[in-house]
């Protein structure tokens, strides 16, 4: 008699009945994916996901990805990739205390800014013009899983991809994919301010006293303070929310730190600097169609359309070394 248990699939996801809330997205119910695949021995829908996330090109690539400082000098600065697990924990945390399907919660939130250009979201800004509409990480983390890198994920990981943003309608048709809409916000509001002290763009003192004295006086206890507010206030109401009054704090910090760290006059030209960058190589790019590599070809694009997917998958590092190669004057110009 072996000391283990051998959990198949199908015992899991008898399992994901006796003990998820009824609002939980059970796996054995998905809407299923774009391909039809037989199921896995061991492991969910939304186990399987997770996994493919993990071992995507896209997800790597997030290490070399700016979250708030562009291509930042310190090894303590937060990256995509570092932004992305913290927000997978903060998830995590929430569902299980809400009896939600963790593994869907950790597979959205892992993958929820592989759509994420060079620079942040100055890249957003940079490759709007070359669309119709709005340039959106969101919309391209969906193309990039399902086109450039097809990984045949479930519906509803795409849907929460689609939808992690706060300014996306419709929201995530799922109660986990408004939980990565919540981690997501905790996550870089508590990240974004410690960066901002260390690299003296604000000083404590200058933090909004309403913050501190709501949610603490560090970054752990500001974690612990909003994960608490969801998961008490989900609870009472039967919905992913937050309390009214905290989201109104966070809302007083989050118009803060545009104020003072994202939108601050000193980093302009910065800013201006990564959008020249990015628009260069897209028009590179454009024209020289046949210097895009195959991984990011989708038959139909038009050449135009090939270049912006490539330079959207670009580190800043890759965008930087790149464009220097293009663009540097030579001995000879």
Not at 54 to 66: V, W
């Amino acid at each position: 008699m072996s000391s283990l248990a051998r959990r198949t699939r199908e015992e899991r996801e008898r399992l994901e009945h006796e003990l998820l809330a009824p609002l939980a997205t059970k796996a054995h119910r998905t809407r299923g994916r774009a391909e039809e695949e037989e199921p896995d021995e061991f492991r969910t829908a939304f186990e399987r996901d997770r996994d493919r996330i993990i071992h995507s090109k896209a997800f790597r690539r997030l290490k070399h990805k700016t979250q708030v400082f562009l291509n930042p000098d310190g090894d303590h600065f937060v990256t995509r990739m570092t932004h992305t697990i913290q927000v997978t924990q903060v998830g995590r945390a929430i569902a299980r205390a809400l009896g939600l399907n963790e593994d869907l919660t950790e597979a959205i939130c892992l993958a929820h800014d592989v759509g994420h250009s060079p620079f942040g979201h100055t890249g957003e800004d940079a490759l709007t013009p070359f669309v119709e509409g709005e340039w959106l990480h969101s919309a391209h983390g969906v193309r990039t899983l399902s086109l450039l890198e097809p990984l045949n994920l479930t519906w509803e990981v795409l849907d929460g991809v689609r939808a992690h943003s706060w300014k996306i309608d419709p929201p995530p048709n799922t109660p986990e994919g408004w939980v990565c809409r919540f981690a997501d916000r905790i996550a870089y509001l508590t990240h974004d301010v410690s960066d901002a002290l260390r690299a003296g763009v604000i000083e404590y003192h200058d933090l909004p006293v309403l913050a501190l004295t709501t949610f603490g006086a560090t970054a752990r206890e500001w974690i612990g303070s909003m994960v608490n507010s969801v998961i008490e206030h989900s609870y009472e109401t039967g919905r992913v929310s937050m309390r009214p009054e905290d989201l109104e704090v966070m809302q007083e910090l989050r118009d803060f730190m545009f104020e003072r760290v994202y939108l601050r006059p000193e980093s302009e030209a910065q800013k201006q600097k990564a959008i020249l960058i990015i628009q260069d190589l897209v028009r590179y790019y454009a024209d020289h169609p046949d210097e895009v590599p195959d991984s990011y070809s989708v038959p139909e694009a038009d050449p135009l359309t090939r270049a912006i997917d490539y330079v959207a998958g670009m580190t800043d590092r890759f965008a930087l070394r790149a464009h220097d190669r293009l663009f540097r004057p030579t001995l000879l110009d």
